[in-house]
């Protein structure tokens, strides 16, 4: 295999903890086992980029593998020689139970097929997660036919195990070191070939969904939900990358299980594990009418109640679903949450626990060439460094740096930080505990944004599902945030929300306007976005070459009001000391840009000042170079298109106010009409509050 430069550098920063992907994929579907299984051994012999080293420890691995997996059939072979050689080594999913009638444990090895395999007690203490689901490990298997001749007697035992996953203390600091030596994005494509996909084959934005899906691993009490088509590799990362894992199957859910047994106080799944993911969630129940509240009152604090004892864990919740239609029809029909089972999908309080809904329809079916041929991490140190990093946290790296808008809620706001926590964990793993072996690595602006415009979103698809519910509480979902005390206010929006022929409830950018011209004689009234961007320099210039002659003089009105008007506008800032520029962008048959002169009046004020207008706004009126505005003869045509077009509210001078008397009643309660009398006012009643 040809290396690439990140094969190298990945070499050279993480010599030993590295594997080319490729070689997993050799092993995954011919043994029985979890690809973390193969990948441990694979990091154990053939961490090199040296081919015949690899070669000779893929004949190690091959070996392993083949003598000590069970496959189906092979279960009496394994007893067999158990019996003949006195012990045999596998590797198997290992779980125990307390056999109350003996005051022991037993342990069970489904490979084999066997329910009643002596152990000691203090392997069961040091291992509990045998007791919760289990875990895969290197197992000595004994067999003592002294035993086997007694009556109800146990052949076999367990003398000894190791579990598969990496032990090693100083992994993080290691992954830290290493870390330095990646710039942010090369970073960003070696953890997603760290588990398997091939970044050169994703689009932005799916590899931005990826590094989502790991965010659970990386942080204490996390709750997420992704739902989406089917292939897309929803549950891969929960059941084949970490050990720390545990995926829950479609079915009923045992609160004993899941959080305490309450006859042998043992704690469950989600004090055992960093994640519990609840794969095929639509087909979840407990057995216990109160098992959902359990799980609300655990997603909102960590905390259950056996009892009076209240108990605490740390794992985090994830459940994955699928679509049985597109996106888009999902929400026609209904919400986003309608694929969740029946006690879940219309309850907003469950819904105001999750800390991010991730957009499952953005990754495509998993195909050959997303898989990655190139080197990444072993699982087991990538896994256990994701566990390590749950002590640490980022709030302070970004805390003071980026403030969020009026539209968010405190339990918004702690949704958000987690997922910004957990991703930028993902990106700058360092330990910034007390004696950690690493300091702490500078966040940049650029990466707090990034982390904060998909944190804000995730968190706004849960919102936007409850105000579908129809709850006024969830009304405003505006969600933005600005870098610094002095930052631009940016809006963030959750994107299958989004039409690009119409008006949206969100602000646009500062400098965009929607405007509405009511056309002429030979003309419709046509929809335009305006979009202004000012810098250093002086004068308005049009992109849209040739301009059309009627927007070129709407704009040339524009300017010169701006300029004679400018401490009533914009106050102390000069507009002659930058420069404009105009694009004009058709959404109808209509391409004149007639009469938009206040709307790019706006445009040009709002990009000077770095303030939104508001969002679902659309702006109607002309105006001379005097600052009079132009009258509008067809105001019902004018709102009518408006409404079809999606506007909440039009912006209209006030001398159409008798003409709206002709409007549909229909139209009237779909759009709300607001008057200005100048252009000052107009900018008032248009500029966020």
């Keep these: 295999m040809q290396l690439d430069a990140l094969d190298q550098l990945a070499a050279r920063a993480f010599d030993g903890f590295v594997v080319r992907k490729d070689l997993v994929r050799r092993f995954k579907g011919q043994y029985p086992v979890p690809t973390y299984v193969g990948e441990f051994l694979l990091g154990r012999y053939c961490s090199s980029t040296d081919e015949a080293e690899i070669q000779e420890g893929l004949d190690i691995v091959q070996r392993q593998l083949a003598s000590r997996t069970v496959r189906a059939g092979e279960e009496e072979l394994f007893k067999a020689r158990a019996k003949e050689q006195g012990r045999v080594k596998l590797i198997d999913l290992i779980t125990a139970r307390l056999d109350a009638k003996n005051d022991c444990f037993v342990a069970e090895l489904p490979s084999l097929r066997i329910k009643d395999v002596r152990i000691d007690d203090a392997l069961v203490h040091t291992h509990e997660r045998m007791l919760t689901g289990g875990f895969y490990a290197e197992i000595d298997l004994s067999y003592d036919p002294s035993i086997a001749e007694e009556k109800n007697g146990r052949p076999f035992g367990i003398e000894s195990l190791r579990e598969i996953q990496l032990s090693k203390r100083d992994a993080l600091d290691t992954l830290a070191r290493g870390r330095a030596a990646f710039s942010f994005e090369q970073w960003q494509a070696f953890l997603l070939r760290s588990v398997g996909l091939e970044p050169e084959s994703l689009t932005p934005r799916t590899r931005d969904v990826m590094l989502l899906r790991m965010v659970p691993f990386v942080e204490n009490n996390y709750n997420a939900v992704e739902l989406g088509p089917r292939g897309t590799g929803k549950s891969h990362l929960f059941q084949q990358v970490s050990p720390y894992a545990h995926l829950v199957s479609g079915g009923k859910a045992s609160v004993a299980r899941m959080f305490v047994n309450n006859s042998t106080g043992q704690r469950g799944l989600v004090c055992q594990y960093d994640v519990v993911c609840f794969d095929e969630v639509s087909g979840i129940s407990f057995d216990q009418k109160d098992g959902v509240n359990i799980m609300k009152g655990y997603m909102e604090s960590g905390e259950f109640s056996r009892g009076k004892e209240s108990i605490r864990g740390f ?375």
Excluded at 424 to 445: C, H, R, S, V, W
Excluded at 471 to 478: G, V
Aim: proline share 6%.
């Design 315 to 689: 794992g985090s919740v994830v459940m994955v679903g699928n679509f049985e239609v597109d996106v888009v029809h999902q929400q026609r029909v209904g919400h986003l949450f309608g694929p969740m089972p029946p006690e879940m999908r219309d309850d907003t309080a469950f819904m105001d626990r999750i800390h991010a809904y991730m957009p499952g329809w953005d990754i495509p079916k998993v195909n050959r060439e997303q898989l990655t041929d190139h080197f990444g991490l072993v699982s087991d140190f990538l896994s256990s460094c994701w566990n390590h990093l749950r002590a640490s946290s980022r709030l302070q790296n970004f805390q003071g740096r980026i403030q969020f808008g009026g539209a968010l809620s405190g339990r918004d706001v702690n949704a958000v930080q987690k997922t910004m926590n957990g991703l930028l964990k993902l990106m700058f793993p360092y330990a910034n505990t007390e004696g950690a072996g690493t300091p702490e690595q500078e966040i940049p602006d650029h990466a707090i944004e990034w982390a904060a415009r998909l944190a804000l979103e995730c968190r706004r698809r849960v919102k936007e599902q409850q105000k579908r519910i129809g709850s006024a509480e969830f009304r405003n979902t505006h969600f933005s945030f600005q870098m610094g005390l002095d930052g631009v206010e940016q809006f963030v929006s959750t994107p299958e929300l989004q039409n690009e022929d119409s008006i949206g409830d969100d602000p646009l950018p500062p400098g965009q306007i929607w405007v509405l011209s009511p056309g002429g004689l030979d003309e419709h009234p046509g929809l335009y976005r305006l979009d202004v961007t000012q810098g250093p320099g002086s004068g308005v210039k049009i992109l849209n070459q040739p301009p059309p002659a009627p927007f070129k003089e709407s704009v040339r009105c524009a300017e010169q009001n701006l300029y004679t008007r400018a401490k009533n506008l914009v106050g102390d800032r000069d507009p002659r000391a930058h420069e404009f520029s105009v694009q004009m962008r058709a959404f109808d048959a209509g391409k004149s840009g007639t009469a938009t002169g206040v709307g790019a009046l706006l445009a040009l004020c709002s990009a000077l000042l770095e303030k939104s207008l508001k969002g679902g706004l659309i702006v109607v009126g002309g105006l001379n170079l005097g600052g009079s505005i132009e009258p509008v003869y067809n105001v019902v045509s004018v709102v009518e298109a408006a409404a079809d077009k999606g506007a909440k509210t039009v912006l209209l001078p006030v001398t159409t106010r008798k003409q709206l008397i002709e409007l549909d009643d229909d139209i009237a309660t779909r759009v709300t009409v607001v008057f200005y009398s100048d252009a000052r006012d107009a900018l008032l009643k248009a500029l966020i509050e």
